[in-house]
């Protein structure tokens, strides 16, 4: 009789266990799909309310390895031990792959999915998921290429799928522009070309463009598309797809277009540049960029670009920035307060510019003449001026906010090679008409320099690298 009892309470028991698990499972299963849903943009933010969901979880999936268990056993005596056993189980489980413990999320958490921070976050990433790109990020640097100490280039990637590009980032345009498909001249037939139709976030545009270089005019039409660089990304970003390209000044570039980083009030078309979009859009934050450009010739990792975030300390070292406002906004132009060749003085206060686009520094003609008097070096026709290798160049300080940038005389003198291979020796220094001075790369190469948008003003740090 006793036994009868005991093998129907046993049975009892059994029923009601099943009841209850089944009803558990259905109840983990609706909230699994919530879970896969909500899971891919909380996957990276572990705040303490997330936290708390996962540790509660845990518990509850302890509990029912340990209802299962108890059913499979049939031996109430032995629940305890069976407990400890599954929380054990489930210790290992968490341990070994944390990312399961996301399989579920308890119902309520929908109700509490208000707009929070935290979420807005989430919703972000969720997009940078569906468009390749990080939304959380906020700033972001990029590597500069060096070819021969004459042109620095980077990466940069337009459209979806992203299509790639090498281009040459100039302080001294505001227009971003690359090789169009239906350019004919032999500079675009050299070059990677952005193709509108194979990217599904393409908008036309079709307005003309034009847009002057040295020795001609590069013609083509805007196009709108999401534009990528150093992990950043701009949506809705105008650029120009180019039509035409002067033959001698892009035949032999090893770039596929050129990256304006200058103020819009130069921008052919009004078109807004590209870093002002990704302030105007919170794609960064901090409203500036940096470019620290390195010496040493040829080379894959000349340096860096950065967006938003100005951390350049691996290459400005611990040297401080000194800023000076930004007179016109147009180019990025600066009042250069002197510059002394050895202790001559060769200019007094002067506007001049920085110009990452061009690669020595070019100075007004009665500057220039000075300057060439205390080299010794001889002018050519062409506004170089020439000199033998052996010369020993006097250091050139830069007065700047009050201080002084020194570039080592040896720097100022050029190696270049002639069309018949003769590698001669010029100044850094070349002719151009009239103001402003033009700091090209042979003067960046030293001093990292930040673009401050935000505060209108530039900022030099002397590097400490080998340059
Ligand atoms: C399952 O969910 C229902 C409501 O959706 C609830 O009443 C019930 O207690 C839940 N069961 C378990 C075992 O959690
Ligand atoms: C901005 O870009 C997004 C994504 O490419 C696109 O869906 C949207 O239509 C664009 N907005 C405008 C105003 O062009
Ligand atoms: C083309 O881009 C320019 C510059 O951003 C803008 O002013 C113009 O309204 C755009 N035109 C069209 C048709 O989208
Ligand atoms: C910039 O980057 C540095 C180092 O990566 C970091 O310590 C700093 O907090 C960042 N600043 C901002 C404003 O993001």
């Known amino acids: 009789?006793?036994?009868?009892?005991?093998?129907?309470?046993?049975?009892?028991?059994?029923?009601?266990?099943?009841?209850?698990?089944?009803?558990?499972?259905?109840?983990?299963?609706?909230?699994?799909?919530?879970?896969?849903?909500?899971?891919?943009?909380?996957?990276?933010?572990?705040?303490?309310?997330?936290?708390a969901v996962r540790s509660r979880n845990l518990k509850k999936r302890g509990l029912n390895s340990a209802k299962k268990n108890r059913r499979r056993r049939n031996l109430a005596r032995k629940n305890r031990r069976q407990r400890n056993l599954a929380k054990r189980e489930t210790k290992a489980k968490s341990s070994s792959s944390s990312g399961s413990s996301f399989a579920s999320l308890p119902l309520d958490f929908e109700q509490n999915f208000v707009r929070t921070t935290d979420n807005l976050r989430s919703e972000r990433v969720f997009l940078a998921a569906r468009y390749g790109f990080s939304f959380a990020k906020t700033s972001g640097s990029t590597i500069l290429k060096n070819t021969a100490n004459m042109e620095y280039t980077c990466k940069l990637n337009i459209g979806t799928p992203k299509q790639k590009f090498r281009v040459l980032p100039?302080?001294?345009?505001?227009?971003?522009?690359?090789?169009?498909?239906?350019?004919?001249?032999?500079?675009?037939?050299?070059?990677?070309?952005?193709?509108?139709?194979?990217?599904?976030t393409f908008v036309k545009n079709?307005?003309?463009?034009?847009?002057?270089?040295?020795?001609?005019?590069l013609s083509g039409v805007l196009a709108e598309d999401i534009v990528r660089i150093a992990g950043l990304a701009a949506p809705n970003q105008t650029f120009a797809i180019s039509t035409k390209e002067p033959g001698d000044t892009f035949e032999a570039a090893n770039f596929d277009g050129i990256l304006g980083m200058g103020f819009r009030s130069i921008a052919v078309d009004n078109v807004q540049p590209l870093v002002q979009n990704m302030c105007a859009q919170k794609v960064i934050t901090s409203c500036k960029f940096a470019i620290c450009m390195k010496g040493g010739g040829s080379s894959s990792r000349g340096g860096a670009l950065f967006f938003g975030n100005t951390s350049t300390k691996a290459y400005s070292g611990s040297n401080s920035y000194t800023y000076t406002p930004v007179t016109k906004k147009g180019y990025w132009q600066f009042n250069l307060q002197n510059i002394y060749v050895g202790d001559t003085k060769v200019s007094g206060s002067v506007q001049a510019i920085v110009d990452s686009g061009t690669s020595l520094i070019t100075a007004p003609t009665a500057i220039y003449n000075k300057i060439n008097k205390i080299l010794g070096c001889t002018e050519t026709s062409s506004g170089e001026c020439y000199m033998k290798c052996s010369t020993e160049v006097k250091e050139f300080k830069f007065g700047i906010a009050g201080k002084e940038f020194v570039i080592p005389g040896k720097k100022m003198m050029v190696k270049v090679k002639t069309s018949k291979g003769k590698t001669i020796c010029i100044s850094a220094v070349q002719k151009v008409q009239g103001e402003p001075v033009i700091l090209g790369d042979a003067f960046i190469r030293h001093f990292c320099t930040i673009f401050d948008l935000a505060n209108s003003r530039i900022g030099f740090a002397a590097t400490t690298y080998s340059t």
């Open 206 to 217: 079709g307005t003309k463009f034009a847009i002057q270089y040295g020795d001609g005019a």
């Open 1 to 51: 009789m006793r036994c009868r009892i005991l093998v129907l309470c046993a049975l009892i028991c059994l029923f009601v266990i099943l009841t209850e698990a089944r009803q558990r499972k259905a109840n983990r299963s609706g909230s699994r799909s919530l879970a896969a849903r909500y899971q891919r943009s909380n996957v990276r933010h572990q705040t303490g309310n997330r936290l």
């Open 170 to 200: 100039d302080t001294g345009s505001s227009n971003l522009w690359v090789t169009g498909p239906h350019c004919k001249s032999e500079a675009c037939r050299k070059h990677e070309r952005y193709y509108p139709k194979k990217s599904s």
